[in-house]
């Protein structure tokens, strides 16, 4: 017979080797994303140079300069703009579609 007493706090559970390596994979991610946006500023304008660049790139540049990004869903990255690297959701936050029957 084991007697418990009240007083002891259980074992908090382990993660598994799984999850630890997830945790690091999304970390690494992380850490991807953000040492890309680093040293990363806006150029100057200057007249003329970009003549080649379409209009309507040039204006989904300023719409992502504005915050008003394309999202589109990678299924290895999450929600994430089609035209810059901004990430909305990331993949560990984003539910599948449940079915309706």
Known sequence: LKFKFE????????????EKMADDLFA??????KSEEMGSFDPPPVD???KN???AQTNQTNLCHQAKHHLV???????R??????VDVEIRHVT???LKR
């Open 28 to 33: 690494e991610m992380d850490f991807a994303l």
């Open 73 to 79: 869903l990678d299924e290895q990255i999450g929600l």
């Open 81 to 86: 703009c089609c035209h810059c690297s901004y």
């Open 7 to 18: 007083d002891e706090e259980p074992k908090p559970k382990e993660k598994s080797d799984l």
């Open 96 to 98: 599948p579609p449940l």
């Open 48 to 50: 003329n140079e970009n």
């Open 53 to 55: 660049v379409s209009e």
